[in-house]
C-alpha cells in the first residue's frame, strides 16, 4: 500500500521521507469545506500554495501530491501553479458532475497523475464512469464528506455499509488503483474504532492507497519510523490473512461501530 501523510512542514516531510512515507500531501482545500463539515469537528488545512515548493525542494525520492479547491473559475491557475512548483500528483476534491471531473483531468493535461476524491452521493453515483474516464490516474472515497452527503451520522456507518461495499467491488473491477478513508497510529487506544480494524478493512477490501491520518501528525518525530512501520506490518498481516481471520475482523469491527454508535446517541440525548 503506497501511504501518504499530509504535512506543510519540510522537517516533518523530510522525517516522513525517511519513515518510509512514498507521498507528501500539500491540502490547499478552502471552498466550501467548512460549510460542508459544520458541526463535524473535522480538519480544515491552512497550507499554502508556496508550501508545495518548499517541501518539493527538501524531499529525494518521496512525490508530492496536492490536494485543490473543487472546481471554479480559478481552478486553472491553481492547478498550473501546483505543478510548476513540483507536484506529481493533483487531487481533486469535492465533485458531483462527471463534467467536473473531465474538465479537472483536461485543464492537468497529464503534467501530474489525476487522483479523483469521491466525496458526494452524486459523485459516487457515476463511480462506473469515473473509473473509466481517460486521464485518472486513482481514486479515492472520502469517508467524511460522502456520509454527510449521504445523510448519515458519521463515517462509522459508511464504514460497514453496502454502500461502500459496492463503492470498492467497482473500483476492484476496474482495477484503477484506490484507496477509502484514512489510516490512525495503530498505538493509539482512545479512538472510538480500533484503528488497526479500519486499516485491515481497507486491506480487505483491495485498497492500494493509503492516507494517513491527523494522528500521525500528534507523534512526536522520534517515533514516526516506529509508527509506520507497525502499519506496514498490518498491511503484511492482513493481506496473508485467511477467510476465517477476516470475517472475525469484519464481526469485530461491526461490534465497535455499533457501539461507537450507541455512545455518540447517548451523548446526543445528554
Known sequence: MILSFITNDPEVARKAEQAGVERILIDLERRGKAARQTGRSLFLSTHEMEDVRRVRLDLRQSKVAVRIDPMHTGSREQIDLAV???????????????????????????????ILLVESASAAAILGELCHLPGVAEIHIG???????????????????????????????????FGFGGIATLSRHDLPITP???????????????????????????????????????????????????????????????????????????
Not at 461490534?255 to 455518540?264: H, T
Open 196 to 270: 488497526e480494524l479500519v486499516l485491515a478493512e481497507q486491506v480487505c477490501q483491495g485498497a492500494t492507497r493509503g492516507w494517513l491520518s491527523r494522528t500521525f501528525r500528534e507523534v512526536a518525530l522520534p517515533n514516526l519510523a516506529c509508527e509506520v512501520q507497525r502499519v506496514r506490518e498490518a498491511i503484511a498481516f492482513w493481506s496473508a490473512a485467511g477467510a476465517e481471520t477476516r470475517a472475525q475482523m469484519k464481526v469485530r469491527l461491526s461490534q465497535e461501530i455499533c457501539s461507537a454508535r450507541q455512545k455518540e446517541g447517548q451523548a446526543t440525548r445528554a
Open 84 to 114: 510548476a512548483y513540483g507536484a506529481d500528483f493533483i487531487v481533486l476534491p469535492f465533485f458531483e458532475r462527471l463534467q467536473d471531473a473531465a474538465e479537472f483531468v483536461a485543464i492537468l493535461e497529464g503534467r501530474a497523475a489525476a
Open 143 to 177: 469517508l467524511n464528506d460522502l456520509s454527510i452527503s449521504l445523510g448519515l451520522h458519521s463515517w462509522f456507518e459508511l464504514m460497514t455499509s453496502s454502500v461502500l461495499e459496492r463503492l470498492c467491488a467497482a473500483l476492484r473491477a476496474s482495477e484503477i488503483p
